[in-house]
Nanobody, 121 residues
Framework: VQLQASGGGLVQPGGFLRLSCAAS????????IGWFRQAPGKEREAVSC????????NYLDSVKGRFTISIEHAKNTVYLQMSSLKPEDTAVYYC???????????????WGNGTLVTVSS
């Protein structure tokens, strides 16, 4: 089983990016798929989560209204649409998968690779 994150890059402040998290060798049904990020010298923080069972979502306060998480079941992929990007959004972004929902998870967490987002002029 594997999660593959992609879509990072260099973008100017105010710009947008869409990150993708594609799952292989397992289906995303009944999982909580989340995005974490870690900036240089800072602790890792949870950015957003989506429960694949019912589509419920949650967001870090600082990204509410700017980021949108969604799932495309046909492609077994979760997206993080990021807009109005700020320099403080610069970080390596990781996707994760937990069995259950965003409010209740169990089992062993699966981590994907990281994808670097740099917001700079």
């Amino acid at each position: 089983v594997q999660l593959q994150a992609s879509g990072g890059g260099l973008v100017q402040p105010g710009g947008f990016l869409r990150l993708s998290c594609a799952a292989s060798k397992f289906m995303l049904a009944n999982y909580a798929i989340g995005w974490f990020r870690q900036a240089p010298g800072k602790e890792r923080e949870a950015v957003s989560c989506i429960s694949t069972s019912d589509g419920s979502t949650n967001y870090l306060d600082s990204v509410k209204g700017r980021f949108t998480i969604s799932i495309e079941h046909a492609k077994n992929t979760v997206y993080l649409q990021m807009s109005s990007l700020k320099p403080e959004d610069t970080a390596v972004y990781y996707c994760i998968a937990d069995r259950g929902t965003c409010g209740y998870t169990y089992g062993i967490r699966l981590w994907g690779n990281g994808t670097l987002v740099t917001v700079s002029s």
